[in-house]
């Protein structure tokens, strides 16, 4: 994936510093900026910490989409959504571990969390379908490229355009603590400098430790050697310092592997099967729905030989998106301009796939899948083809900070910690045992502009 504007514009701090702000977000993801734009808009001075050189975290790296129903971009394409159907896929897809007053309030909300986005200038006018969901509900952009680039380019603008404080290489090191409540942060710059915000609120957007190692092995020994698609800083920080001010912590165990990460570990968006690939094993043959949920679509793949498969695409659906011509011209595809070409590219039996194409044109006209996949795009008849060999790869932790509806975050016998909100990766309880396609960047702007409204509240009467 093309990621041209991040390395460019991304890494610079803008705005005045505050010395003394009203709150301090921790993390220039989506789900802080969200908090941060929220914040400023409600009238608050605002510092965001980032310890990576460039903001952006995990949200550059999402391709899909961003789930919401009962849109107006739904509409206009005539998609029968609900609210209801998206709560009940979002709790089945998690196994029912998810918290349902959390999933309730996402679902609620993940429609106003689109049209916020759109009302910053967010280009969300496709509606594409990812594995778990009833119907299509992942909004991104016209062209079908990728949406996380488009969310912190709209949300990075708006912080620009307000000039807000926004640090990079700067890392949080201690949420301070006061009579039991929020009282600042303390930071470390890149030069080693230490210095103390005072502040009486805190919004934690820190993402998730799907790059930490030995943190992945402590909850989920089984992970141990698994590649990841999380950016470097993924390393749980933000869970530790929630910890060490007393919050709470639940469903860490619960990890996800995305079943399609090239071998260097670059994520193929789940919209290359939403838009109408399939995988294809070492014997040529399909083997799963590969519409299924992640989990269920990981676990498929690791009995295959190899422990691995192919996302394979033809040219009638890549033309559908724009995201599959990144893969290509990052050398990650290999092509052919027959069966036979790319079955000796991916080194299968062109026999084989040639009957695994013909079977799946077949059950296209016939609507009717041998593994059951109702939502068939394309019949996979038309040259080139395209390929890209995939692996199952550690994707997203479902555990963090335990928070309620109102993001605010939670201590071990359930009452709230003034001051202290977290939002995304973060947290944990939205998305129970496994996280659906398109959920992550709902959550994280649906409940970032939540942790921004809920700390506006709170310092309205905080003393």
Avoid: C
């Amino acid at each position: 994936m093309k990621r041209t504007f991040i390395a460019a514009a991304l890494a610079l701090s803008v705005g005045a510093a505050f010395a003394n702000p009203d709150a301090v977000v921790i993390g220039a993801g989506g789900a802080g900026l969200s908090a941060a734009v929220t914040l400023h808009d409600l009238g608050r001075e605002v510092v965001v910490l980032e310890k990576m050189p460039m903001i952006g975290g995990n949200t550059v790296r999402a391709e899909g989409g961003i789930n919401a129903a009962e849109t107006p971009q739904q509409k206009k394409a005539g998609i029968p959504d609900t609210i209801d159907q998206f709560y009940a896929d979002t709790m089945k897809g998690g196994h029912n571990l998810n918290d349902p007053a959390l999933v309730r309030t996402l679902t609620t909300h993940a429609k106003d969390a689109v049209a916020w986005l759109v009302s910053l200038g967010a280009d969300l006018n496709t509606v594409g379908r990812a594995g778990g969901a009833k119907y299509p509900r992942a909004h991104r952009p016209t062209d079908g490229s990728a949406i996380g680039p488009e969310v912190i380019r709209v949300l990075w603008k708006a912080a620009k355009d307000r000039k807000m404080d926004v640090r990079t290489q700067t890392r949080a090191t201690e949420i301070i603590m006061k009579d039991g409540r929020v009282a600042g942060v303390k930071a470390t710059t890149k030069d080693g400098k230490v210095y103390t915000i005072d502040a009486k609120a805190v919004v934690l957007a820190t993402g998730g430790f799907g790059a930490n190692q030995d943190m992945l092995v402590k909850y989920q020994p089984k992970l141990k050697g698994y590649a990841t698609t999380n950016q470097p800083g993924a390393t749980g920080d933000g869970i530790i310092l929630a910890e060490h001010a007393g919050a709470a912590l639940v469903d860490m165990k619960q990890i996800q592997a995305h079943p399609t990460a090239a071998p260097d570990g670059t994520l193929i968006s789940e919209s290359v099967r939403g838009d109408g690939g399939i995988l294809i094993n070492a014997e040529g043959k399909r083997f799963t729905n590969e519409l299924l949920t992640r989990d269920v679509v990981s676990a498929a793949e690791l009995k295959q030989p190899g422990r691995f498969a192919w996302v394979f695409w033809d040219d009638a659906t890549r033309k559908s998106a724009k995201l599959m011509d990144s893969y290509i011209s990052m050398g990650l595809a290999v092509k052919g301009n027959t069966v036979a070409e790319i079955a000796k590219a991916m080194n299968v039996p062109a026999a084989e796939l040639e009957a695994t194409l013909k079977a799946y044109a077949a059950g296209k006209a016939a609507g009717k899948d041998a593994f059951g996949r109702a939502d068939m795009p394309q019949a996979m008849q038309t040259a080139p083809f395209f390929a890209v060999k995939v692996q199952p790869a550690v994707h997203h932790t479902m555990g963090g900070v335990k928070i309620d509806t109102k993001a605010e975050v939670l201590n071990p016998a359930g009452h709230t910690i003034p001051g202290l909100f977290a939002a995304g990766e973060v947290t944990g309880g939205v998305h129970g045992g496994n996280r659906l396609g398109g959920n992550a960047q709902a959550d994280i702007v649906t409940f970032g502009r939540i942790a921004g409204q809920s700390a506006d509240a709170y310092l309205k009467t905080a003393k």
